[in-house]
């Protein structure tokens, strides 16, 4: 199986507490995820409320979701736990 790439997506230990991250941005994999999946916002949508995003980055951080979704799984549960509600006042 070939190594998938995500150009789009960077992790730093000292931005975001190294979450992964859309590059040039403080915006998360997770925060996209919440987004789209749990809140149902399209990416055409999530773009309107980020206009220095592109869809190549939003989509980029979708399937590195998918390439990596027990990892961003935890990270979403870790946050929840720590602030209940958060999932709901993470979108829109």
Do not use: N, W
């Not at 403080?26 to 055409?44: D, M, N, Q, S």
């Not at 951080?61 to 209940?84: G, K, T, V």
């Amino acid at each position: 199986m070939s190594t998938v790439t995500h150009p789009h997506i960077v992790s730093d230990p000292g931005v975001c507490g190294g979450s992964p991250r859309l590059a040039d941005t403080r915006i998360t994999v997770r925060t996209v995820v919440i987004a789209t999946l749990f809140h149902g916002v399209t990416p055409e949508e999530l773009l309107q409320q980020y206009p220095h995003l592109t869809l190549a980055a939003i989509y980029d951080a979708l399937s590195y979701y998918y390439d990596h979704r027990e990892a961003i799984d935890r990270e979403i549960a870790e946050h929840e736990a720590l602030d209940p509600g958060f999932l709901t006042k993470t979108a829109r």
